[in-house]
C-alpha cells in the first residue's frame, strides 16, 4: 500500500457519530447541518416548482455518485446554498469528507496564509488542502472575488480542479454563460459540468450582506422565539419581554428607527431577523447587512484602481423599504468606513425609512467612534431603543436549567 492514503486503527474504530461530527468540522459544514434534501420544499416554492425539484433531483443523484462538477445557479434565496450544503452533508453522513467554503471566505484565509500565526496554516498548505479536497463546494463563486488578486487565485484553483476533473459543486447567482469568459469556458464545459438553474419568482425582494441567506433568515421568526426562559432574573426577563414587544410592534408598523442592545447571544439578530420576514411576507425590499461585512464589501468596491464601483448595493442598502444593519460597533472604522456608513444613515433617517439596528456594545462605547450615526439612531424623536440585559445562551446560571436541551431554536 506504499504511497497510498489508509485509515489508520483509531479513526476505524471511530463511532459513526463522533466521525461524522470530525468530518463536519473539518468541512465546516457544522453551522449548516440543518441544510438536508429531506426539509428542501420545491412544492412550497411558488413560481418555481419545476425547477426547483429538477436541481433537487440533480443535487440528490450528485451526493449519491459525486463525479464531475455541478453548477447550481439562480436569484438569491432561490435555494441554491441549501442544495449545496445537502449535498456535503449527505456525503459526509456516508463517511465521505466534503469541504464547504464560499469565495470570500475562501480568499480571507489564502490571504491570512502569507502571514500566518503560530497555529495557523500557511498559504501553501491552505491552497493544497481546497485544491485537492475530495468533495470542494465553493458558494457565491461570482460575488467574492472583487480584486484582480482575488479573481486569478479563483480562477487558478477552478482550473487545477478542472484539469483533474475533481468533484465539485458551484453555486452562483450570475449565469454561467455571463461570467468571467474562463470561469464560463469551464463552468459550462458539458464534458465535466453539469448545470442547473433555479428560478427566483417569489424572492426577488430580499438581499444580504454577510451570510444571512434567505433559508437561514426564515428560520428566524417571532414564533420561535424563547420569550419566557427559566432562570432569568426579574429585570432580565422584564428586558427581553419589552424588546419582543418593541419588535412585534415594528414589524407590524416600521416606522424610524428601532435600536436592539444588549450582549451577544441575547437574541438580537433573532429579533431583527423575525421582522424582516414579516415585511417581506408583505411584499416588502428588505437588506439585512452585518456592518463589518457591508463596510468590507465597500472598501472593496470603491478600491482605488477598481474600474466600476458597486453603487448599485449602496443605493440598495440606502433606498430599501426596510433596512436592518447587524453588528454596529463590532468593528474598527475608518473615517472613510464611517463615513459611508453615516451617508446611508443620514439618507434613511432624513427619508423616513424604516430600519433596525442591532449592537452588543454600550452606547457610550459607540459614541466616540459613531457619534453623527448614534445622534441618528438613538435620537427618542426618531424611533426606539430596546436594551435586553438577559445574557448570552450559553453563559452563567441560564445554562444550568437545560433549556440547550429542549429542542427549540436558540435565540441568537
Not at 229 to 248: K, V, W
Not at 341 to 346: A, H, M, T
Amino acid at each position: 500500500m506504499f504511497g497510498r492514503a489508509e485509515p489508520c486503527d483509531c479513526v476505524l474504530r471511530e463511532a459513526a457519530d463522533v466521525r461524522r461530527e470530525r468530518l463536519q468540522r473539518i468541512g465546516n459544514l457544522a453551522p449548516l447541518g440543518r441544510y438536508r434534501f429531506e426539509n428542501f420544499d420545491p412544492h412550497g416554492r411558488a413560481g418555481e416548482r419545476d425547477a426547483a425539484a429538477a436541481a433537487l433531483e440533480a443535487a440528490r443523484a450528485f451526493a449519491a455518485d459525486a463525479r464531475a462538477w455541478l453548477v447550481l445557479s439562480g436569484p438569491s434565496g432561490s435555494g441554491k446554498t441549501h442544495l449545496a450544503a445537502a449535498i456535503a452533508n449527505a456525503r459526509v453522513d456516508a463517511g465521505e469528507p466534503a469541504l464547504f467554503l464560499t469565495v470570500a471566505d475562501l480568499l480571507d484565509h489564502l490571504r491570512a496564509g502569507f502571514a500566518p500565526d503560530d497555529d495557523e496554516p500557511g498559504y501553501e498548505q491552505v491552497y493544497e488542502q481546497v485544491r485537492t479536497a475530495p468533495l470542494l463546494v465553493l458558494d457565491e463563486v461570482d460575488a467574492g472575488a472583487p480584486t484582480p488578486w482575488g479573481r486569478e487565485k479563483l480562477f487558478q484553483l477552478i482550473n487545477a480542479r478542472y484539469n483533474e476533473a475533481l468533484p465539485t459543486v458551484f453555486t452562483t447567482t450570475t449565469p454561467v454563460d455571463r461570467l468571467d469568459d474562463r470561469l464560463s469556458t469551464r463552468l459550462g464545459d458539458p464534458r465535466l459540468s453539469h448545470a442547473v438553474t433555479l428560478a427566483g419568482v417569489s424572492r426577488t425582494g430580499y438581499r444580504q450582506v454577510g451570510g444571512m441567506s434567505r433559508d437561514r433568515l426564515e428560520a428566524l421568526q417571532f414564533r420561535n422565539f424563547e420569550v419566557n426562559i427559566p432562570g432569568l432574573q426579574r429585570d432580565e426577563q422584564a428586558s427581553l419581554d419589552a424588546a419582543y414587544r418593541a419588535a412585534t410592534s415594528f414589524a407590524d408598523n416600521p416606522a424610524g428607527w428601532l435600536l436592539l442592545q444588549g450582549p451577544n447571544g441575547c437574541g438580537k439578530t433573532h429579533l431583527a431577523a423575525a421582522i424582516a420576514n414579516r415585511r417581506l411576507a408583505r411584499g416588502e425590499d428588505v437588506v439585512f447587512a452585518v456592518v463589518p461585512d457591508l463596510l468590507d464589501h465597500l472598501r472593496r468596491s470603491y478600491a482605488p484602481g477598481r474600474e466600476e464601483t458597486d453603487d448599485d448595493l449602496f443605493d440598495r442598502v440606502r433606498d430599501c423599504s426596510l433596512l436592518v444593519l447587524d453588528d454596529l460597533g463590532a468593528q474598527n472604522a475608518s473615517p472613510w468606513a464611517g463615513e459611508k456608513l453615516y451617508q446611508v444613515v443620514n439618507y434613511r433617517t432624513v427619508a423616513g425609512l424604516p430600519s433596525v439596528v442591532t449592537t452588543d456594545q454600550p452606547l457610550e462605547d459607540l459614541q466616540p467612534t459613531y457619534p453623527r450615526i448614534l445622534a441618528r439612531i438613538a435620537d427618542p424623536r426618531a424611533g426606539m431603543l430596546a436594551t435586553i440585559l438577559a445574557p448570552h445562551y450559553g453563559l452563567g446560571h441560564i445554562s444550568s436549567q437545560g433549556r440547550g436541551n429542549s429542542g427549540r431554536p436558540r435565540n441568537r
